[in-house]
């Protein structure tokens, strides 16, 4: 059964970056079935998509957040990360990671859960 | 992007009555529709995807229907632990959006 772990550091000072990394088991992030993705929760937007990374390193973003959005992927770990510059208040949020099975489901299939990134 | 609205947005039910919320996409995205259920600081789960597929592992009593822009999700006899917030989403468009959430609680 797959499992994926959020970590990272839970406060990051406005204007900068906001790193975290998404440990998966139970699955390999080298998997072709499979993209690795970010969603995050705020109190005025609700779950926002953030974007996502398949195995060969293809990324796909979210418009709003695309200038200030990077995700790599390190199969080595079996993680993938994400990198979110020039943060603000308005990125405060809970960050989950989750599987995105585009083969069968078009859903995110698994999902961590959620760490809290505070910006002050 | 495509808006996705639920409705409502809280609701208040007891053990073993039938609940549906209902899910709204401001334009035709077929059936690429699913619904999560999340409990506080829990993993989201998948419950339903393509609309109306129920995912490996989820009791029946929880069911999809809909197509094109009108989604409903129905729990049949409500149980103690399905008390929590159920989103839908849309994957026909990036970018991917939610619902606001529907919060379930007891009455």
């Known amino acids: 059964q797959v499992q994926l772990q959020e970590s990272g550091p839970g406060l990051v000072r406005p204007s900068e970056t906001l790193s975290l990394t998404c440990t998966v088991s139970?699955?390999?992030?080298?998997?072709?079935?499979?993209?690795w993705g970010w969603i995050r929760q705020t109190p005025g937007k609700g779950l926002e998509w953030i974007g996502y990374i398949y195995y060969n390193g293809h990324t796909d973003y979210n418009p709003s957040l695309r200038s200030r959005v990077s995700l790599s992927i390190d199969t080595a770990m079996n993680q993938f990360s994400l990198k979110l510059r020039s943060v603000s208040a308005a990125d405060t949020a809970v960050y989950f990671c989750?599987?995105?099975?585009?083969?069968?489901?078009?859903?995110?299939?698994?999902w961590g859960p959620g760490t809290v990134a505070i910006v002050s | 992007d495509t808006q996705m609205t639920q409705s409502p947005s809280s609701l208040s039910a007891s053990i073993r009555d039938r609940v549906t919320i209902t899910c709204r996409a401001s334009?035709?995205?077929?059936?690429?529709l699913s619904w999560y259920q999340h409990k506080p600081g829990k993993a989201p789960k998948l419950l339903i995807y393509?609309?109306?597929t129920l995912e490996s592992g989820v009791p029946s009593r929880f069911s999809g229907n809909g197509s094109e822009t009108h989604f409903t999700l129905t729990i049949s006899s409500l149980q103690p632990e399905d008390f929590a917030t159920y989103y839908c989403q849309q994957s026909y468009r990036v970018p991917y959006t939610f619902g606001q959430g529907t919060s379930l609680d007891i009455k």
């Open positions: 334009e035709n995205i077929n059936n690429y």
């Open positions: 393509a609309a109306s």
């Open positions: 989750a599987r995105w099975n585009y083969y069968e489901r078009n859903s995110f299939d698994s």
């Open positions: 139970g699955d390999s992030v080298s998997t072709t079935s499979h993209y």
